[in-house]
């Protein structure tokens, strides 16, 4: 009989112990979105790739920079 009362102990305290280990550690914070990938466009005078989106583009074609684009002279 002692034993048992011995072994209910023990459980009770491990139980004890496991919920207050488990709540010690804070919840993840959930996963951030990926951003859609875009669009990677060559620059006509030097062959560097940009995003549509930061890409000059003049008559059909694409520039990386302000300066490029008046370089070329199109």
Do not use: T
């Not at 102990?9 to 550690?25: D, E, I």
């Not at 030097?46 to 000059?56: E, F, I, K, L, T």
């Amino acid at each position: 009989m002692k034993f048992l009362v011995l072994l209910a102990v023990l459980f009770v305290a491990y139980l004890v112990w496991r919920g207050k280990r488990v709540k010690k550690n804070p919840p993840r914070p959930p996963a951030r979105a990926l951003a859609a990938p875009q669009d990677m466009l060559a620059c006509a005078r030097c062959g560097v790739h940009v995003p549509r989106s930061d890409a000059w583009i003049s008559d059909g074609r694409s520039y990386c920079c302000r300066e490029h684009q008046q370089q070329d002279g199109r």
